[in-house]
């Protein structure tokens, strides 16, 4: 069966409730799947146990059947996908595109934090596993909303770590494996996570894997103009009111408010959200929220 033109994914992290900025993310990333008419799938990325909290999954999970966005095929968990993970190491270690590292975070201090060469002061019982990047490796790449986005990944990033110390896959692995094992063709998600796309795509290319389309939606700034606080971003979107919260993410993602007006239940609305989203009205520069989020 071959795949379909078009497919995109939200993967929330279980560390608590879903905040706006992730609706946002998840709302603006299914609106551009089904613009395409493609397929939008959720994967749970729960593989840095000190980092989840317990009941954030079905919470997460709870919350987005609630506002009507339910993954088009089964949700995909990073636990259960180990296998996965250690098969592209396995395979980086053996074509010497990998390294054992057992550099601290404070023997690389004096390094600003940047591995080029091991510094360490003494040796792990389990090192961690790095990404070997040349001297001299620039990427580029086109952002369908930002423009080319370049990056000097030696000088900026440094040695990409694949698996940490402490025996947790990285986030950088994962995702690339993931993309490209589920057949993901578009990512949509938060531009907080541009920074992190060269070193993914350099990580496909060592692996020999596609490279999806990225588009990274700007930061969400209230009214007024500032950026909304780490509090009030953070606050849980009411899942008792999900129609009011709908909408204020459709405005607040440039779209035309009449186009729900006539929306009463969030089937509908989402109908009507997916014939009408135009994705030449997402603003390359922060969203500005056109009034206070819904409480």
């Given at each position: ?129 790095r990404l070997r990047v040349a001297d001299g490796c620039h990427v580029r790449f086109e952002d369908a909303l930002q423009g080319t986005v370049q990056q000097d990944v030696d000088r900026e990033v440094g040695d990409v770590v694949l698996l940490r110390a402490d025996g947790c896959w990285a986030y950088q692995l994962a995702v690339v ?119």
């Open positions: 069966m071959s795949l379909p033109r078009h497919r995109g994914r939200f993967a929330p992290s279980p560390t608590g409730p879903l905040h706006l900025g992730s609706m946002l993310a998840a709302f603006g990333s299914w609106l551009v799947a089904r613009h395409a008419h493609g397929q939008w799938l959720v994967r749970v990325e729960d593989i840095d146990p000190p980092r989840e909290v317990a009941g954030a999954v079905e919470s997460q999970l709870a919350t987005l059947t609630t506002f009507g966005l339910v993954s088009d095929l089964p949700v995909q968990y990073q636990s259960r996908r180990h296998a996965l993970y250690q098969s592209a190491i396995n395979r980086l270690l053996a074509e010497g595109k990998a390294f054992a590292c057992h550099c601290s975070r404070a023997d690389l201090a004096s390094q600003h934090g940047i591995h080029r060469r091991c510094v360490a002061s003494q040796q792990r019982a389990h090192p961690a596993i494996v993931d993309d490209a094992e589920q057949g993901i063709t578009h990512v949509v998600r938060g531009a907080d996570l541009i920074d992190s796309t060269p070193r993914q795509i350099l990580l496909q290319q060592a692996l020999g894997l596609p490279t999806p389309a990225y588009l990274h939606l700007p930061l969400l700034l209230d009214a007024s103009g500032q950026k909304l606080s780490k509090s009030q971003a953070a606050v849980p979107v009411d899942s008792a009111r999900p129609l009011p919260v709908l909408r204020w993410l459709w405005r607040c993602l440039g779209q035309e408010p009449a186009a729900l007006d006539a929306a009463s239940q969030v089937p509908e609305l989402l109908q009507h959200a997916a014939a009408a989203f135009d994705p030449h009205k997402l603003q390359k520069s922060a969203l500005r929220a056109p009034e206070t989020p819904p409480a």
